[in-house]
């Protein structure tokens, strides 16, 4: 079946079947940045995982960041089906050409930071993936449902770990007040420009890749996450935010897109850090990588 | 450097189902593509049992000739039961 009638019918299209050059492009751009958002990912919270205030926070943190781990191995594993080599997408990575969510620039000051990333950015995540699991891509939408069943348990941590700090002493709340505080834009501008400026969102929507507008997905994660705040007795930073009964929505102020930009541009406050690290976990773990490779060897030899 | 090869993973969600195909990863040898097929794809208790089959041994039929290759089966409707006209009142049949 063609392309154009298996987008048509609804269908899925799978790694050996012809497709536009230009779909093909689209897709490892997309998945090849979401993997390495997902290990870039690792970064922020596995600063906290040796301060972790108790045993039970120490191992529930460092089981979400393995689970980081193995999504962006999912993904990674998903662009290779496009005929990508994950070598060359982590070079690129490396060397600044492709991209990971801007997010992740951003520092974790305290340990209610690790709340407000399971809480905000795990659940804005999820509003931008669950379409993704029906992406007209086959193998990048299976990995998308996997994802999706593991995230749930991400941004309930976050948020028992807000719960557990606003309902405590008074500085408690004050820090858990400031992660929110300082989480709850950059959040917002997880889902992307608007869909006025969005500059690949039409043609993705065609392709079925993307099935909801930057907008609509913003609305739906403001719509879900203002309730969950007030059961937090946390606000947000939002003076704007109340309900509107007449769209059956809330309204929010407007998102300032010029940090987005300035921290795409490679501004934000952890850019450098995030790719220093990265880069550096990379090369110190070369030995590990030609030593596992240099043993199959000699024990195929040796089985010869 | 990174002349790990691809493995394609398949698990056994639990006994009495057979093995489904869940991804793929790069290991140096069968043992470590084990390990890493456990970490990457169970860390839920989705499986009982792993296979891990390097993909360069996988022979696939081509989506190309999808068409004819399957469809000698399209004509052969006489396969299913729901072709059979049964008389009513007809029973176990």
Same mark, same amino acid.
């Not at chain 2, 469809?71 to 729901?82: G, I, L, Q």
């Given at each position: 079946m063609h392309f154009e009638e298996l987008l048509a019918g609804d269908g899925r299209v799978e790694p050996r079947d012809e497709m536009p050059d230009a779909y093909r492009r689209t897709l490892v751009r997309q998945i090849a940045q979401h993997a390495h958002s997902e290990i870039i990912g690792m970064q922020p919270e596995g600063n906290w995982i040796s301060r972790a205030p108790s045993l039970r926070r120490k191992a529930i943190l460092m089981a979400k960041v393995q689970d980081e781990a193995g999504h962006g191995l999912y993904l990674y594993a998903a662009a290779e089906t496009?005929?990508?080599?994950r070598a060359d997408l982590l070079d690129q990575l490396h060397g600044g050409r492709q991209k990971y969510s801007s997010?992740?620039?951003?520092?974790?000051?305290?340990?209610a930071d690790v709340g407000a990333i399971g809480w905000l950015v795990d659940g804005a995540a999820i509003v931008n993936q669950v379409p993704l699991c029906?992406?007209?891509y086959g193998p990048y939408a299976r990995a998308m449902v996997r994802i999706c069943k593991e995230e749930s348990f991400h941004q309930r941590q976050g948020f028992e770990i807000l719960h557990t700090l606003a309902h405590g002493a008074p500085a408690q709340k004050a820090m858990a007040q400031d992660a929110v505080d300082r989480y709850w834009w950059p959040s917002l501008m997880m889902?992307?420009?608007p869909d006025d400026d969005s500059t690949h969102s039409a043609q993705s929507m065609a392709w079925g890749?993307?099935?909801?507008s930057n907008d609509d997905l913003r609305q739906r994660f403001v719509d879900m996450t203002v309730p969950q705040a007030e059961v937090l007795g946390l606000t947000l930073?939002?003076?704007?935010i109340r309900w509107n009964d007449e769209r059956g929505h809330y309204d929010f102020g407007a998102v300032d897109f010029t940090e987005l930009f300035e921290v795409i541009k490679?501004?934000?406050?952890?850019n450098r850090e995030r790719m220093a690290h990265r880069v550096a976990a990379h090369e110190d773990g070369a030995w590990v990588r030609e030593a596992a490779a240099a043993y199959s060897a000699k024990r195929a030899e040796a089985a010869a | 450097m990174n002349a790990w090869p691809l493995w394609e993973v398949f698990v056994r969600?639990?006994?009495g189902l057979s093995h489904v195909h869940v991804g793929s990863l790069h290991a140096p040898d069968a043992e470590l593509a084990l390990r890493n097929a456990r970490d990457v794809y %169970?860390?839920?208790?989705?499986?009982v049992s792993l296979w891990v089959v390097p993909s360069s041994s996988i022979v696939a039929s081509d989506p190309g000739e999808r068409d004819a290759f399957f469809? =000698?089966?399209?004509?052969?409707?006489?396969?299913? =039961? %729901?072709f059979y006209d049964v008389p009513e009142g007809v029973e176990h049949l």
């Open positions: 496009l005929g990508v080599d997010i992740f620039n951003y520092p974790t000051l305290t340990w029906r992406c007209s889902f992307g420009p890749i993307k099935r909801f930073p939002d003076p704007e490679g501004n934000g406050p952890c | 969600s639990r006994r %169970t860390r839920r208790q989705e499986g469809d =000698p089966a399209e004509d052969k409707v006489y396969r299913h =039961p %729901t």
